[in-house]
């Protein structure tokens, strides 16, 4: 069954999507939900990696991918060697398909209640920040938390 950490969200959009996929025990980063839970978010796949834009990007960005593995995974460990490789052209390919000239890679391992994680399904942020906005502020990635239980 899917886990997601309500604590994490950052707005009611995002709760009540949490809830509905708790609810219905869908993790919406495997390969069999993405597309019907996030239609028309995807942007490339590969044999072991998905690269879908953020349903619920960070304030202040220009650009904010997910880049996340088929395989449900929390650990880095847990990936194939050959899946450990492909994730740097993935984010090298999708810098490329962007044109982009600066971007910050972010990535959450393990348990999403001290990590600050959203979703249990491991996955790397990237993230381009709106520099160009007059009102632009630093873009704000959480990692770490402490559990209320």
């Not at 309500?6 to 708790?22: H, I, S, V, Y």
């Not at 025990?25 to 044999?47: L, N, Q, R, Y």
């Not at 249990?120 to 873009?139: R, S, W």
Request: hydrophobic share 35%; net charge positive; with cysteine.
């Amino acid at each position: 069954m899917a886990q997601y950490n309500t604590e994490a969200a950052r707005n009611e959009r995002q709760l009540a999507k949490m809830r509905d996929l708790t609810e219905r025990g869908v993790c919406m980063f495997c390969p069999e939900h993405i597309h019907k839970e996030a239609p028309g978010t995807v942007e490339a796949e590969t044999s072991h990696w998905i690269v879908k834009h953020n349903d619920f990007p960070y304030d202040d960005t220009r650009l904010h991918v997910l880049i996340i593995p088929k395989k449900h995974v929390s650990y880095i460990n847990d990936l194939s060697k050959s899946a450990k490789q492909e994730f740097l052209e993935v984010v090298q390919a999708t810098a490329l398909r962007h044109k982009l000239k600066s971007y910050a890679i972010a990535m959450r391992v393990g348990d999403m209640r001290y990590n600050g994680g959203s979703i249990e399904h491991m996955h790397a942020h990237l993230i381009v920040g709106d520099v160009d906005n007059p009102n632009h502020q630093p873009v704000r990635f959480k990692v770490s938390s402490r559990p209320k239980d």
